[in-house]
């Protein structure tokens, strides 16, 4: 928990609890449901992210997969797969074909998927630089 005010009362992390109100259940239940919608989503991004990657280790860059396809290989449905994949062509990750029926990892999305993060070097990236140092 993050430091208290200067009365001493807590802060919550997302404004909305403190210890002076304690939640109703109906709210805990509603702050689940929220998390774990959240999780959920997150999940289906780095899978289609994994998805996409290996097609692009596959057959080369930028490894187009047909949405369909996505929705039947991740077991999603369609509209959480339309969501997802908005978020991710809105952050830069992917593109789309002029359609919208493919998808397809951008330079930036394939460093992602094998990264986990774009700022940080992969396992295969940390060996090969190791050994040049040996």
Known sequence: MRQGRRDGSPLSTDGRFTMA???TYE?????V????TRLSEEKIEWSILHHL?????????PGIVDN???IAGLGI???QAGAVLEKLF????????AGGYASYLTPEGYTLAKNGRPDRPS???LDTSNKQNQ
Do not use: F
Request: net charge negative; no cysteine; aromatic share 2%.
């Open 53 to 61: 990657s290996r097609e692009w280790d596959a057959v080369g860059p």
């Open 123 to 125: 396992a295969d990236q």
């Open 68 to 70: 369909r396809d996505l």
């Open 27 to 31: 709210e805990l239940e509603q702050r």
């Open 90 to 97: 809105k952050s830069g990750a992917i593109d789309k074909d």
């Open 21 to 23: 109100r304690k939640p």
């Open 33 to 36: 449901r929220e998390l774990e």
């Open 77 to 79: 449905t369609a509209d």
